[in-house]
């Protein structure tokens, strides 16, 4: 028999913290960007997106910070993955609460 594994949760305010970084177009093609490679150097989303570096680093700061992409320093070179975890997550979630706002109607 198989064993299911545990559905992943998320921290307290994560839920918000992933929602405000998805709700911005640009974090989230950025974010789409990671998503399509396993690995990520800063330096290539900065030539992919017309922005600052100080722009980039904002937005990485943010999907860092709720948890979506994961950076990795080699040296001088920062490195991001995404991850699928966290994003299922918050899709679990997202799917509980809007359930639970149908029930209440």
Do not use: W
């Not at 545990?6 to 989230?28: C, M, V, W, Y």
């Not at 904002?58 to 995404?82: D, S």
């Amino acid at each position: 028999m198989k064993q299911s594994t545990p559905l992943p949760t998320l921290a307290p305010g994560q839920f918000e913290r992933i929602a405000k970084a998805l709700a911005d177009p640009r974090r989230f093609a950025m974010l789409e960007t990671i998503a399509n490679r396993s690995d990520c150097p800063y330096q290539g989303l900065c030539s992919r997106f017309p922005v600052t570096k100080a722009t980039v680093s904002h937005h990485m700061k943010e999907l860092i910070n709720a948890g979506l992409v994961e950076a990795e320093r080699e040296g001088q070179t920062m490195t991001a993955r995404f991850r699928p975890d966290v994003l299922e997550a918050y899709q679990v979630e997202l799917g509980r609460r809007l359930e639970a706002g149908s029930e209440k109607r």
